[in-house]
């Protein structure tokens, strides 16, 4: 009891003696249990003025997708001081997919900020705050000095100048041909060969005359002209020097001989772009990473395409009869759900190549690709084929609505094995789409529209009638999905499509 009396000027010490506390708080209890009581050190620790400062909860820049390398603070949610709950929101995360949300896995403060939002390329595992627990001193926490904050962006070292080769013995002078040779200070121009014909004819240098051609060229034109101003005695003769040093070579140029800049200026904001400026457009994570996977597919996978024709008609007087019912659900819906019914029907094409060979995927998880400010994002349609038409447009709308807000979950647009990709509200009649790895398949919708075609009638008449068409074009990875392959499933997906009864 005496020591509990004398130990209640320390809350947080009491607390970890009588076992209350955290994990990590009873191991610095017991730590400072097994100092001896009786001696002066040991007193002056239990009655010291400095609080009991414990390890601050390091909080550290997360991987909230497979392909993230760094992130970008874009707003902090807490506080300094403000107090953190086990699954409150700390702050908003860039990822190279979405904007995602940081919640705090402990009970505490938010000590520090170590990264202040609008922080751009932050790596993955970098410090960038701080929390203490509740009854801790949080306006004194210190950065621990094993994780400091984020070092900044290194620029490459200057590039030092090569030192000077030794200059090679000398060798015997030989003579060659007269040839011109560029001399420093006078222009160099790209001559046509008409020109330089009639140049070497007359003993004429193109530095004397003026290039009129395209993109600098001298032009038979302008050799022409040299030739008149000669003979009129406005120039002379131009006389290159009969002998060639063949140990001097003459340098290389590797730019263009005709005068340009090589790096556009810069244009200066609110004012008048001058020729050959340009403006820097600054690239978000998603588009730089969009722009990489993109390059990585089309170098890397074989693509091939197949293409089809799809009749709507039927599509659409099943929709009209729904929409009377007050469900409203859109043709691309009914597109997924075929896709899905197809899949599960050829689960040959349902696969993925992991780099060393394919993979059979046990579910039909559909990505839909989604057009955003950042750029494209494709969230999934888990279990597509286990869902109805109207089950998969409910969840076509929650997850286009948070995409474009930036709200998806990694685990909302992280995997997926086939993509649709519907271009149609857009005026498209048909194009191809890159194939998002791993997956195998993406397949690519335009727009549906009427085309006349001849048919017979119940009597075997032929007549006209107007059909409603779509274009859909698959490109598929032809290391796991051939040809032929590609080709069965488009013609299974066209049945089911065309006869919606399939789909239910």
Known sequence: MAASWRLRCDLPLLRYLLGFGSRRSLGRAQGAAAWPVGRGASWRWFHGAQPLQADPIKILMPSLSPTMEQGNIVKWLKKEGEAVSAGDSLCEIETDKAVVTLDANDDGILAKIVVEEGAKNIKLGSLIGLMVEEGEDWKHVEIPKDVGAPPPVSKPPPVSKPAVPPQPSPQPQISSPARKEHTEGTPRFRLSPAARNILEKHSLDASQGTATGPRGIFTKEDALKLVELKQMGKITESRPAPTLSASVPPPATGGPSYPRP???????????????????????????????????????????????????????????????????????????????????????????????????????????????????????????????????????????????????????????????????????????????????????????????????????????????????????????????????????FKANLENPMRLA
């Not at 990505?367 to 969230?379: E, F, H, M, N, Q």
């Not at 647009?413 to 271009?423: A, K």
């Open 262 to 492: 090589m790096i556009p200026p810069v244009s200066i904001p609110g004012q008048p772009n001058a020729t050959g400026t340009f403006t820097e457009i600054p690239a978000s994570n998603i588009r730089r990473v969009i722009a990489k996977r993109l390059t990585e597919s089309k170098s890397t996978v074989p693509h091939a395409y197949a293409t089809a024709d799809c009749d709507l008609g039927a599509v659409l007087k099943v929709r009209q009869d729904l929409v009377k019912d007050d469900v409203k659900v859109s043709v691309n819906d009914f597109i997924i759900r075929a896709a899905a019914v197809t899949l599960k029907q050829m689960p040959g094409v349902n696969v993925s190549w992991d780099g060393e060979g394919p993979k059979q995927l046990p579910s039909v998880d559909i990505s839909v690709a989604v057009a955003t400010d950042k750029g494209l994002i494709t969230p999934i349609i888990k279990d597509a084929a286990a869902k109805g038409v109207q089950e998969i447009a409910d969840s076509v709308k929650v997850l286009s609505k948070k995409a474009r807000d930036g709200k998806l979950l990694p685990e909302e647009y992280q995997g997926g094995s086939f993509s649709i990709s519907n271009l149609g509200m857009f005026g498209i009649d048909e194009f191809a789409a890159v194939i998002n790895p791993p997956q195998a398949c993406i397949l690519a919708v335009g727009r549906f529209r009427p085309v006349l075609k001849l048919t017979e009638d119940e009597e075997g008449n032929p007549q006209l009638r107007q059909h409603q068409l779509i274009t859909v074009t698959m490109s598929s990875d032809s290391r796991v999905v051939d040809d032929e392959l590609a080709t069965r499933f488009l013609e299974s």
